[in-house]
């Protein structure tokens, strides 16, 4: 049976959002993918950066998976560059790795952010819900999370459970 995939789309590997997806973890046996460790160039429209770590990453993850979850920190109130990029980078399914973008469809997707604000302005998740309805994926669920003191608050452990549970 397939599984789910964390992709961490943080520029600290170990910051916070990192500290989220490790509880999280601590409930299920996600994998997870670091983005940081990985080489991804940002989108060419001539395709020049086909040697780099994405086309392999892709093609494991639609392998391997039926459930991307998306963590990435709040920055200037949206994704992660790197996160963004990696999302960039799925046009390469679209026009040079067709197969493996049909292979998106019917995946299903789910978000979970990090900020330090407890609350995310309007519209934060529409980029991934819209991406997942061009996609054929399903949107799951959401989280958005926060640290107070280089820990998790209480009420952030039972947002991240019940976002676990609604995952199932
Ligand atoms: C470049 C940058 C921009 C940020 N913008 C926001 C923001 O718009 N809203 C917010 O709530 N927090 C913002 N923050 C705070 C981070 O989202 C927060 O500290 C988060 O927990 C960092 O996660 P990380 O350790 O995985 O990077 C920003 C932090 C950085 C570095």
Redesign the pocket.
Known sequence: MKKGVIILG???SK?????LVSYINGQTDFDIVDLKTKNIAEFDYEFKNQEDDFLPLIKTIVESYDTILFAT??????M?GIMKTFFDRISDCLKIEKETGRKLRGMNMAVIS????HI??EGFHMPFKESANYLGMNYLADVHG??EDGEIPTTVKQKLGDFVTSLN
């Open positions: 943080s520029s600290n910051g916070e959002t990192s500290q920190p709040v920055y200037w109130y949206t992660s990090c900020g330090s604000d995310l302005k926060w640290l």
